[in-house]
């Protein structure tokens, strides 16, 4: 069997093994304190954007748990993490909002992206598609393997 067909495998019956879990966090970055407060704070200017940085590490730990082999992830999505992650606030960022906190808010974004396309895809397919649908496909992305 071919490596990637292997991979895919794995990866639909790890995201099934952790769907529960993958459902509530999902929930939790959903609510009214994740992605609505969260979004709104980016364009009210406020600090509390950075709180996104918090979401956006649980669930890069949940995406780690489902990942095939422990296949590290994206290029993309590692550069995107690192620009979006591990920011401190301080008031000059207030000079400089946009450059400063929309790597944030795209973070958690591509982040919220892969977690909702791992909880759809573990209730909607049983085995690895012929025809992949572009959500099951980005997630094959996200490690590598398409």
């Not at 200017?45 to 296949?71: N, R, W």
């Not at 992830?73 to 992650?85: A, D, I, K, M």
Request: charged letters at 25%.
């Amino acid at each position: 069997m071919d490596d990637r067909f292997r991979l895919t495998d794995v990866l639909l019956a790890n995201m099934k093994r952790d769907r529960d879990r993958l459902v509530k966090l999902l929930e939790q970055v959903n609510n009214h304190w994740g992605y609505e407060d969260g979004l709104y704070r980016f364009y009210h200017q406020s600090f509390k954007v950075y709180h996104l940085q918090e979401l956006t590490q649980q669930i890069v730990v949940a995406l780690h748990s489902i990942a095939p082999e422990d296949k590290p992830f994206s290029p993309f999505f590692e550069q995107l993490l690192r620009e979006g992650t591990g920011q401190t606030f301080s008031q000059e960022a207030n000079a400089d909002w946009v450059r400063r906190a929309a790597p944030l808010v795209q973070a958690f974004l591509h982040a919220r992206y892969f977690l909702e396309m791992a909880v759809q895809y573990a209730d909607e397919l049983d085995a690895a598609p012929q025809l992949l649908p572009s959500g099951f496909a980005a997630l094959l992305c996200l490690y590598d393997i398409r």
